[in-house]
């Protein structure tokens, strides 16, 4: 390793040890734009004897060329024009050949689907490639990258063609966790409190480029400012890109979150479709699955297992702040976020983004609440009243006969469950009972940043968990 990563030790002990192996290897990485991919592949292994890294939106004459002047960098100098993808990975083998046998050769592929954009008979050489030729031989360790989520899976994890089961690791990169990002800001210097990172993770997520951009020098604010408002900021201008290279069709997809973004508790399919005025077929089937796929929305089964009512929620930070602050707006004040930091808008966004906060750290929440040994079930809920009703977006169903409801409340201090908030939360027990007719026992939970005020109201809860617990 090159140099040391915060996070990503079980990545690390995968790769390491398939790399130690007796065999080719064929290792697929893959996850959301920005997540670290390349970094962790790059600084997984001592040497990469062959990298080429596909250009988006290039034609195939423009990967090919490409690919070839790679191997010229790399070693092979008297590479011929290549004209097509079989010549292509020819040429690779008789570089890879030509390397010493006492040792395992790295290939390294990055953003693989952009190069089969390019040519629709690329994915057939390349599995010539694997199956004819490199998993014969017991010295490759083939790595192949891609932050179009929908292509590693379809094309690759779940190939039904020559590809099928060739895979011999797959990892699903994720982004950080609340305790890695805050390891990750220590190793640069930073001295936020975790209220402070809490925040920080609302915005970018825990996605380590956009954490990379950070300064330690300023405040969050600050940072925020010069990143999303300044005229150039690097983030202002991330949405169309970040769409617009994991999809095809990205008008599409950036509908449904944007339709989504605005309607915070969750819509349900028929909703997106009649929100959207489109018609509900494969396209969008796939659209929904792509965008699951990749992390920005998720779907929420809900608790009667019903999945015609199941509920989709955006859950990307960098997608729902952009939307909420930047899309559409035309905000001209380059410090618009430290001069709005006790606004409405602010308010109301951090309240729903503190939701989305827990909702990514439910193995932590679990873990806080004692029941990380229990076999658990997680559902959202939303009662069938027409009225509105009351709404569940943490139900954590256990195996001990018993059910925890977990509220979630962003506040500065200490939050003071009033009367009418505890009449609130007896009715949503009452009426999940009801509608649900369990005959399990039902518990209330409040996850909350500075704990709850001891109070006469406070006694409905039967647990209390603070911010402190998700940084496990």
Known sequence: MNVK??????????????YESKQS???????????????????AFRKIDFQYAAMMN??????????ANALR????TDVAEITSWQDAFGELKRFLGALPKSRKKVVFLDELPWMDKSDAV???AFEHFWNGWAS???????????????WMTDKLINNRGGLHNRITLHIRLEPFTLKETELYLKSRKFRWGRMM??????????VPYYLSLLDPSLSLAKNVDFLFFRQNGVLRGEFNNLYASLFTNSKLYIGIVKLLGSKKKGLSRDEIVKGLKISDGGTFSKALADLENCGFIRCYTPFDKKKKTALFQLVDFYTLFYLNFIWERKVNEE?????????????????????QLCLAHVRQIKQGLGISGVITNVYSWRSSKQDGGAQIDLVIDRNDDSITLCEMKWSNKQYTITAAYEKNLSNKIETFIEENETSKTVFIAMITTQGITPNSNSQILDNNLILSDLFV
């Open 5 to 18: 990563i915060v996070g990503r030790e079980y990545e690390l002990r995968q790769l390491a040890r398939y």
């Open 335 to 355: 410090e618009f976020w430290s001069k709005n930091m006790r606004s409405s808008l602010r308010n109301a966004w951090i309240g729903y983004a503190f939701e």
């Open 73 to 76: 960098e790399q070693g092979l």
């Open 58 to 67: 290039a034609s195939r004459r423009e990967q090919l060329v490409g690919f």
């Open 197 to 206: 990172i809490a925040e920080c993770y609302m915005i970018f997520g825990g």
């Open 136 to 150: 014969a031989r017991k010295d490759i360790m083939l790595v192949v990258c891609g932050s179009a989520t929908s």
């Open 122 to 124: 690329f994915i057939s």
């Open 25 to 43: 290897e064929f290792v697929a990485v893959y996850g959301r734009r920005r997540v670290g991919k390349t970094f962790l592949v790059r600084n």
